[in-house]
T-cell receptor, first 116, second 113 residues
Framework: NAGVTQTPKFQVLKTGQSMTLQCAQDMNHEYMSWYRQDPGMGLRLIHYSVGAGITDQGEVPNGYNVSRSTTEDFPLRLLSAAPSQTSVYFC???????????????FGNGTRLTVT | GQQVMQIPQYQHVQEGEDFTTYCNSSTTLSNIQWYKQRPGGHPVFLIQLVKSGEVKKQKRLTFQFGEAKKNSSLHITATQTTDVGTYFC?????????????FGTGTKLQVIP
C-alpha cells in the first residue's frame, strides 16, 4: 500500500520557469491538500480539495494553481516560479469529516524545491 | 485569522528530562490534532482530542485538551533521543462534511544525550 506518493523529491528551478508537483494517493480519500513548510513558519496550507472537481484556497494560495480531475491525483502547479517559493512542499490526504471530529492527515514524503 | 499559536518554538532538554509544548487559540476549537515530524521526514499523526478536558496517553506522551477547548498541551515524560523532532498541533475545521486542517508553528525538540 503506497499511501501518498509525491514526485519529484527534489527540484531546482530558475525564476520564471513553470513546473507541476505531483501527488497521488491510493486510499480513496476525499480530502487532499498541499502545504508548504518554511523554517519558523510551520506548515501553511496552500490549496485543498474536498473531492474531484472541487478545490479551494488555503492560507497562501498566490502563485499556485491546482485541479482535481480524479479522486487519486492532486497536482500543484507553479506557473512562474519565484525565489519566495523555495520551500518544502507536502501533499496530504484524509477522509472527509462530519461533526467536530476531524480525520487524520496522511502525508507524502515531500518535495524540496529551490528557485534560483 | 483563526490562528493556532504554539510555544515554545524550540526546546533543548537533557535526555531523561520532561518536555511540554503548548497550543493556544483565541477561538474555541472543535478538535485538536497532534503530529510529529522527525528531522528530514514528514509529519505523522499522533492523536486527536475532541472533548473538553480530555486527557489521552500514549506511553510517555500525555495529551490534554483544555476545559474551554481553547488550548492543548503535549507532555513527554523522561525524554529519549528518539523523541527528537518537531511537534505540531493542528485544528480541523469542518463545514458540510468538508475538512480544512491548519497547523500551529510547531515546537522543535532537541534531546541532548
Amino acid at each position: 500500500n503506497a499511501g501518498v506518493t509525491q514526485t519529484p523529491k527534489f527540484q531546482v528551478l530558475k525564476t520564471g520557469q513553470s513546473m507541476t508537483l505531483q501527488c497521488a494517493q491510493d486510499m480513496n480519500h476525499e480530502y487532499m491538500s498541499w502545504y508548504r513548510q518554511d523554517p519558523g513558519m510551520g506548515l501553511r496550507l496552500i490549496h485543498y480539495s474536498v473531492g474531484a472537481g472541487i478545490t479551494d484556497q488555503g492560507e497562501v494560495p498566490n502563485g499556485y494553481n491546482v485541479s482535481r480531475s480524479t479522486t487519486e491525483d492532486f497536482p500543484l502547479r507553479l506557473l512562474s516560479a519565484a525565489p519566495s517559493q523555495t520551500s518544502v512542499y507536502f501533499c496530504a490526504s484524509s477522509w472527509g469529516s462530519t461533526g467536530p471530529k476531524g480525520s487524520p492527515l496522511h502525508f507524502g514524503n515531500g518535495t524540496r524545491l529551490t528557485v534560483t | 485569522g483563526q490562528q493556532v499559536m504554539q510555544i515554545p518554538q524550540y526546546q533543548h532538554v537533557q535526555e531523561g528530562e520532561d518536555f511540554t509544548t503548548y497550543c493556544n487559540s483565541s477561538t474555541t476549537l472543535s478538535n485538536i490534532q497532534w503530529y510529529k515530524q522527525r528531522p528530514g521526514g514528514h509529519p505523522v499523526f499522533l492523536i486527536q482530542l475532541v472533548k473538553s478536558g480530555e486527557v489521552k496517553k500514549q506511553k510517555r506522551l500525555t495529551f490534554q485538551f483544555g476545559e474551554a477547548k481553547k488550548n492543548s498541551s503535549l507532555h513527554i515524560t523522561a525524554t529519549q533521543t528518539t523523541d527528537v523532532g518537531t511537534y505540531f498541533c493542528a485544528r480541523a475545521t469542518s463545514s458540510g462534511g468538508y475538512q480544512k486542517v491548519t497547523f500551529g508553528t510547531g515546537t522543535k525538540l532537541q534531546v541532548i544525550p
